[in-house]
């Protein structure tokens, strides 16, 4: 596609549910990374995939935090038992990791709102 | 581990006038970047300027530029001839060099909200 896509834009849950934010990478982008971002504060880091290799999952904040990629397609990041900290915005990023700097593509995110 | 500061949380500014956003930042690396990214409303990250750490001179991007001063671990953006459309967060980013890894992360500050009055 065009950009990196990622859906749902907004999503509302209550406490306790499940939760898949998905994110579509530019096609041909091996790198793909996850970051939250809480109200009016900054991007932090979740997880980042590279390839086939295993992925640095050194972000996740907690075991109700996992992501999946297949392959260098779509992810899929996923929350259990949703509390009211989760509520952020959940944005991806991809980059084609063929340098030694990259710029990072970012999606417009899913703003995701715990009851 | 890296840190970035952005000690401003909002800051204002007339139209047509220039505004210098701050930010500092910690690390033990020797080679690395620094970058400024915009987000409007719409959520979207937009890249306006980025920094080569080993590179003396400033970046500058049409009315953006910096000032990098790598002694002191500040990255500083300026915005002149301000206009409506730059009213935004601004988020200073540091990524060190690329790794297989690491990959791009990037460590991000906390923000500086700017609005461009008219």
């Known amino acids: 596609g065009a950009g990196v896509s990622q859906s749902p834009s907004n999503k509302v849950t209550e406490k306790g549910k499940d939760v898949e934010l998905r994110c579509d990478p530019i096609s041909g982008h091996t790198a793909l990374y996850w970051y939250r971002q809480r109200l009016g504060q900054g991007l932090e880091f979740l997880i980042y995939f590279q390839g086939n290799s295993a992925p640095d999952k050194s972000g996740l904040p907690s075991d109700r935090f996992s992501a999946e990629r297949t392959g260098e397609s779509v992810s899929t990041l996923t929350i259990q038992r949703t509390q009211q900290e989760d509520s952020a915005v959940y944005l991806c990023a991809s980059s084609p990791s063929t340098g030694l700097i990259e710029k990072l593509f970012f999606g417009s995110g899913t703003q995701l709102s715990v009851l | 581990a890296q840190t970035v500061t952005q000690s401003q949380p909002e800051m204002s500014v007339q139209e047509a006038e220039t505004v210098t956003l701050s930010c500092t930042y910690d690390?033990?690396?020797?080679?690395?970047?620094l970058f400024w990214y915009k987000q409007p409303p719409s959520r979207q990250m937009i890249l306006v300027i980025r920094?080569?750490?080993?590179?003396?001179q400033n970046a500058t991007e049409n009315r953006f530029s910096v000032n990098f001063q790598k002694a002191a671990k500040s990255f500083s953006l300026k915005i002149s001839d301000s206009q409506l459309g730059d009213t935004a967060m601004y988020f200073c980013a540091f990524m060190k060099q690329r790794t297989m890894e690491y990959g791009n992360k990037l460590v991000f500050g906390a923000g500086t909200i700017l609005r461009v009055k008219s």
């Open positions: 690390t033990s690396e020797s080679n690395y970047y």
């Open positions: 920094q080569e750490a080993y590179k003396q």
